[in-house]
């Protein structure tokens, strides 16, 4: 009997863990799906993304503090509606892994010839002074630092992308394909490319781009919450973003791992206490925030405009790149809020679920920072190794492998115990 009890336990286990998961890639599966665009400002990527994210607060019986779970709000943002062509030496390229175009880059055609800027110019004093003394006003100036490593000299490669030069463009060589946002258009064209693409040994380009300003785009957080039994009025609070990149062209930014992982946790967690709520001292709320690709905006306007008081919340969650865990997780803040994290520690160990918590100091780059400003005590929790995609084209559905979902799902389900349980 007490064999078949264990198996029985051990079944229903199995099952859950493996219902979480499958739930978590059907909704990062949506969510970095060609339909929602990379969840940005192109083909209503951000609308559909939200539209999804309220339907299943509703499914899941979350409460909507007001009418609605939407905190609307809008900010400045430059896009790329159409597509685009840059062509080198005559041949094209392919946007995205070849090369992409800077955030902040302006409407552009025309034939440039490429001037070439490497170490062996910068370097050399008399080199430099002659080089500065041209017009490449109708000139590309293809920006290769090769060979730099030196940190003080890598810094002025950096700045070299405000374009000294007062060139019609630049190519920054780099070794990998990072994209951004951009609240503003500046008035020369930026290009990043790969060191290794034919954008090497350009000498023409042959750019055709339009760009589409707008100083005002509409966007939403959403917001619901479960009750809670004991004191109510008091908050723990899970927060993840769902937007990101979108599209720019004809090509567009997946954003598996960040963040439709993180939204997917997000939603996991509101799935399991919607279920299991009769334990619950303190509500719990979830938040899923938009604008954190363009400094954290959706996140800095909730804390401006709070739904409920931020002295209330007990404890605060962010959720940002959960897809992977092969070396474990980081937590930021774990130096600033110390009984906190060796709760999160022991429970780990305890548990035998994650390779490694790894403890980091406070940073400014995600959801958590403005409300950890706001005196909010506050974790940032994102997992480490497996794949390495990041802000390009392939963050994708396909190869995110939620690796270690299940365990930093455990992980926080206990943690949140702890906290209604005032063990720290």
């Known amino acids: 009997m007490i064999r078949k009890n264990l198996y029985l336990l051990f079944l229903l286990i199995t099952c859950t863990s493996f219902a979480q998961k499958d739930y978590a890639r059907k909704v990062v599966d949506t969510l970095a799906s060609p339909y929602m665009g990379g969840r940005g400002y192109v083909d209503k990527g951000n609308e559909r993304a939200a539209a999804y994210l309220d339907a299943q607060f509703k499914s899941l019986g979350l409460m909507p503090f007001g009418n609605s779970y939407e905190q609307k709000f809008d900010y400045p943002v430059n896009t790329y509606p159409s597509a685009y062509v840059v062509s080198v030496n005559g041949n094209l390229t392919e946007p995205g892994a070849d090369y992409i175009i800077m955030p902040a880059t302006p409407s552009a055609k025309g034939n440039y010839k490429v001037v070439r800027f490497d170490r062996s110019i910068l370097n050399d004093s008399n080199k430099l002074k002659e080089f500065f003394t041209k017009d490449y006003r109708q000139a590309f100036i293809l920006v290769d630092d090769s060979g730099a490593t030196d940190k003080k000299e890598k810094q002025v490669w950096e700045s070299i992308s405000s374009n000294p030069f007062k060139a019609k463009g630049l190519i920054i060589l780099c070794d990998k394909l990072t994209e951004e946002t951009s609240q503003t258009v500046s008035d020369y064209v930026l290009l990043n490319a790969l060191r ?8 023409t380009v042959s750019i055709d781009i339009k760009n589409k300003f707008l100083k005002s785009f509409p966007t939403q957080n959403l917001i619901g919450y479960i009750k809670g039994n004991v004191q109510p009025d008091s908050f723990i609070v899970f927060t993840a973003h769902y937007d990101h990149l979108g599209k720019m062209g004809d090509i567009y930014f997946p954003g598996a791992n960040d963040n439709a992982s993180g939204t997917a946790m997000l939603l996991s967690l509101a799935k399991y206490y919607a279920q299991h709520h009769d334990s619950l001292r303190y509500s719990i709320a979830f938040m899923a925030f938009s604008g954190e690709e363009i400094a954290l905006l959706g996140s800095k306007y909730y804390t401006e405009h709070p739904l409920f008081p931020l002295a209330d919340i007990r404890f605060l969650i962010n959720m940002d790149i959960m897809g992977t865990g092969d070396e474990g997780i980081t937590v930021v803040n774990a130096t600033i809020f110390k009984s906190a994290f060796d709760d999160m520690v022991k429970i ?19 959801d958590h920072y403005f409300f950890y400003k706001a005196k909010v005590p506050s974790f940032f929790i994102y997992t480490m190794g497996g794949i390495k995609a990041y802000h390009d ?17 455990k992980l926080l389900r206990s943690f949140t115990g702890d906290i209604n349980q005032r063990k720290f």
């Open 393 to 409: 084209i392939y963050d994708r559905r396909e190869t995110l492998p939620l690796t270690n979902f299940d365990e930093v799902f």
């Open 348 to 366: 780990n160990d305890q548990q035998h679920l994650l390779k490694l918590v790894k403890p980091r100091g406070e940073t400014a780059n995600s």
């Open 196 to 203: 290794k693409s034919p954008f090497r040994y350009a000498t």
